[in-house]
């Protein structure tokens, strides 16, 4: 059974940094893409990035040149560093994990979307503060 469980501090102060983690289990962790997700209040959930089995990554643009993907494939842990925090980060953040990750399509696009991961986490509350 696939479990993905989120953690990390909860609230910072705009400029400020977060490293949320995920760890995954009942899955070879190394072989799966991997992504993060956020909704906001009152939102739709939006992809924030993506890292493929291969280490390549995606990011939308909301957040690119602020917030690093990366994963451990020793310790099974997807991190999200998030650097120069704002009040609209305020977010739910969830990891997931799929088999194959976003399509070269959903790739050359710059998307990162729900429909290409399977597995889901809880997600974890980020507040950043003005």
């Known amino acids: 059974q696939v479990q993905l469980v989120e953690s990390g501090r909860g609230s910072v102060q705009a400029g400020g940094s977060l490293r949320l983690s995920c760890v995954g289990s009942g899955y070879t962790f190394s072989n799966y893409a991997m992504g993060w997700f956020r909704q906001a209040p009152g939102k739709q959930r939006e992809g924030v990035a993506a890292i493929t089995n291969m280490d390549s990554t995606l990011y939308t643009g909301a957040v690119q040149g602020r917030f690093t993907i990366s994963r451990d494939n020793a310790k099974n842990t997807l991190y999200l560093q998030m650097n120069d925090l704002k009040p609209e980060d305020t977010a739910v953040y969830t990891c997931?994990?799929?088999?194959?990750?976003?399509?070269?399509?959903?790739?050359?696009?710059?998307?990162?979307?729900?429909?290409?991961?399977?597995?889901w986490g809880q997600g974890i509350q980020v507040t950043v503060s003005s």
């Open positions: 997931a994990a799929d088999s194959e990750g976003p399509s070269i399509g959903a790739w050359a696009q710059g998307l990162v979307q729900e429909r290409d991961f399977k597995y």
